[in-house]
């Protein structure tokens, strides 16, 4: 079965750090772009950042270009998000979610979802 196992969401207060993690089972990743979206109440989806597990190659949206990294284990089929310097407008359900190379890492888009990941940064 294909499985996005997210894990590592949590608490913390504005400019603190955080680091999720999504662990891919069930399919082979080479061909996917592994990242993250989020959700706040009232909003819709948006990308948040995702790495090509091919050749490692990564993108991430403007809101969080420069505070958050990706990167990948591969021999542990595991990607992770670290968040740095969190803003209150960062607080989501963050979505684990794997994109066939080629499409757009949008919504529309994904193979796989994951489970989501509560993210809360406090004022």
């Known amino acids: 079965d294909v499985q996005l196992q997210a894990s590592g969401g949590g608490s913390v207060q504005a400019g603190g750090s955080l680091r999720i993690s999504c662990a891919a089972s069930?399919?082979?990743?080479?061909?996917?772009?592994i990242g993250w979206f989020r959700q706040a109440p009232g909003k819709e989806r948006e990308g948040v950042s995702c790495?090509?597990?091919?050749?490692?190659?990564?993108y991430y949206f403007d809101s969080v270009k420069g505070r958050f990294t990706i990167s990948s284990d591969n021999a542990k089929n595991t990607v992770y998000l670290q968040m740095n310097s969190l803003k209150p407008e960062d607080t989501a359900v963050y979505y684990c979610?794997?994109?066939?190379?080629?499409?757009?890492?949008?919504?529309?888009?994904?193979?796989?979802w994951g489970q989501g990941t509560q993210v809360t940064v406090s004022s």
């Open positions: 790495i090509k597990i091919s050749d490692g190659s990564t």
């Open positions: 069930g399919f082979t990743l080479d061909g996917y772009a």
């Open positions: 979610a794997a994109v066939g190379v080629g499409n757009y890492f949008s919504p529309a888009d994904v193979d796989y």
